[in-house]
């Protein structure tokens, strides 16, 4: 499966991304230089801990190695970096999740009639009820929301690409996060820990 995400390349990415396809070890030190830090910072904003995170920026990049010649120069190495880096931080997060419902601190949103398919329930329950409060946002709040997260576009990108302040897009943001927080806390039991993560995952 192709992970990229069709975004302009960095001019400076190209021959990096082109020579660590070739197997450059220089060309890979130099790229995770340039990213693993805003790697670090996505992991972290999504609810991760500093180790956890810390984690993540070696999972992506070892897949990054693994997959080097598979890698395209033409397309957006740091939207593919994005991509990778919100999967593992999906994995990590539902095991999280997992813990919780084995702890009993977790209620699932709707019936669990398999206890085998109970930990998928409880999450897919939680992503449904956060897309379906993304959708009931006015409008350039929610575009604002799926620039970020299906396009990977940091908030400078937004509001260049929406001819907006970055200070008006952060507060859409935020207002967001509220609107789905105070949505999620009312309608479940969810714990509010569990609540921050789930509508990190939606947003970052």
Request: hydrophobic share 40%; charged share 25%; aromatic share 8%.
């Amino acid at each position: 499966m192709n992970l990229f995400l069709h975004r302009g390349r960095k001019p400076e990415d190209f021959t990096l991304v082109k020579s660590l396809r070739l197997g450059s070890g220089q060309a890979y030190r130099l790229l995770f230089d340039k990213y693993h830090q805003k790697i670090l910072r996505v992991s972290l904003s999504m609810g991760l801990v500093k180790e956890d995170a810390e984690e993540i920026v070696q999972d992506v990049f070892l897949q990054v190695w693994e997959q080097r010649q598979k890698l395209d120069e033409n397309l957006s190495f740091n939207a593919f970096l994005l991509t990778l880096t919100k999967r593992f931080v999906i994995k990590k997060i539902r095991r999280s999740i997992i813990s919780y419902s084995h702890q009993g601190n977790l209620i699932c949103l709707k019936p669990v009639y398999h206890i085998e398919t109970e930990n998928e329930i409880i999450f897919n329950d939680l992503e449904t009820f956060t897309q379906g409060c993304i959708q009931a946002l006015p409008p350039v709040r929610k575009e604002i929301l799926l620039l970020r997260k299906d396009k990977g576009l940091s908030n400078d990108e937004i509001a260049l690409k929406l001819g907006l302040s970055k200070r008006t897009v952060e507060n859409h943001i935020y207002r967001a996060f509220k609107y789905i927080k105070q949505h999620l806390e009312k309608e479940s039991d969810i714990p509010l820990a569990v609540i921050s993560i789930v509508i990190a995952l939606m947003i970052y």
